[in-house]
């Protein structure tokens, strides 16, 4: 579990990060989400011990990052995937966090093969490295020694939709094992599919935190039958606002419980009812840090 309470940071007279507490948990994805400048990549930094706290503290299985004797086989990180040596081959960035941690051997070839890198690709150098090779090669390092617990900023970037839907099984595969993701993403339908949990922070301040399911929920619900006016009408008779969801169907704030109730007692068949989840996330995530958005901004 990664525990964070009471977390800031101010670079002068900025604020960059304001009083933030949330938890990860162990056995669940929490998706850590946030416009450029809100604040994501100066927290899991903090976390790491890359930069230090103004106040707050951050714990990884109730000790700090610090005062881990051997890091790498508690909590595997990857917040850069282009801050590796670039002269040296991807096997020569694995053995040393091999010999680093005082792993076996074998641990380097095991890790080029969970990532799908080939030994063409292991020997060569990683400035020859494509954006999506080192992203696979910086997930090795982070799996390399094990750990219970993952904080990886924005890993998905420059992976192909191949690559993301293998990293996407690799992290839930991980967390249905027992292991805590904390999982920084600007593509907010990776995760919507993987995340358990969600944490959306805006202008250095959480705006929204919660499991997937209740964020999702609170979006509304969309509904679909044969007769739409009928059901339009059962809905309004309730007092439950509707509007267009753009395909045909009908979206309204009530939970799909209580939409599906008033259809049954109205008579009407539906032929789809579901959480507003396609476009629930992004619509939340674009209200909620609106007043936030800040294009090319650091993270």
Do not use: C
């Amino acid at each position: 579990m990664i525990t964070i309470e009471g977390l800031t940071k101010k670079y002068g007279s900025t604020l960059a990060v304001d009083d933030v507490s949330f938890t990860a948990d162990a056995g669940r994805v929490t998706g850590f989400l946030g416009p450029n400048g809100a604040g994501k990549s100066t927290t899991m930094r903090i976390m790491v011990g890359l930069t230090r706290a103004t106040s707050g503290t951050v714990t990884i299985s109730g000790h700090r990052f610090a005062d881990l004797p051997n890091p790498g086989l508690e909590v595997g990180v990857l917040l850069d995937a282009s801050a590796q040596h670039a002269g040296r081959t991807g096997r020569e960035i694995l053995t040393l966090a091999q010999r680093y941690m005082g792993l076996p051997r074998g641990r380097v070839e095991e890790m080029l093969e969970v990532v799908s890198l080939t030994p063409d690709e292991a020997s060569r150098r990683v400035g020859e490295y494509s954006l999506g090779m080192r992203q696979r090669l910086g997930i090795a390092t982070a799996l390399i020694g094990d750990p219970d617990v993952l904080i990886l900023d924005e890993p998905a970037n420059g992976l192909d939709p191949a690559g993301i839907r293998w990293m996407r099984d690799l992290l839930r595969g991980y967390a249905d094992r027992g292991g805590t993701v904390l999982l920084s993403s600007h593509l907010l339908h990776e995760i919507e599919v993987i995340a358990d949990d969600i944490v959306m922070i805006g202008h250095g301040r959480i705006v929204s935190q919660g499991t997937k399911t209740e964020l999702l929920h609170a979006a509304g619900t969309v509904v679909r039958a044969a007769d739409m006016a009928h059901l339009e009408q059962a809905l309004t008779d309730w007092g439950l606002a509707t509007s267009p969801s753009g395909d045909g169907a009908l979206r309204t704030d009530a939970d799909a419980a209580l939409v599906g109730t008033v259809a049954l007692e109205a008579g009407v068949a539906l032929t789809e009812l579901r959480a507003a989840e396609g476009a629930g996330l992004e619509e939340m995530f674009l209200e909620l840090t609106s007043a936030t958005q800040r294009e090319g901004a650091p993270a």
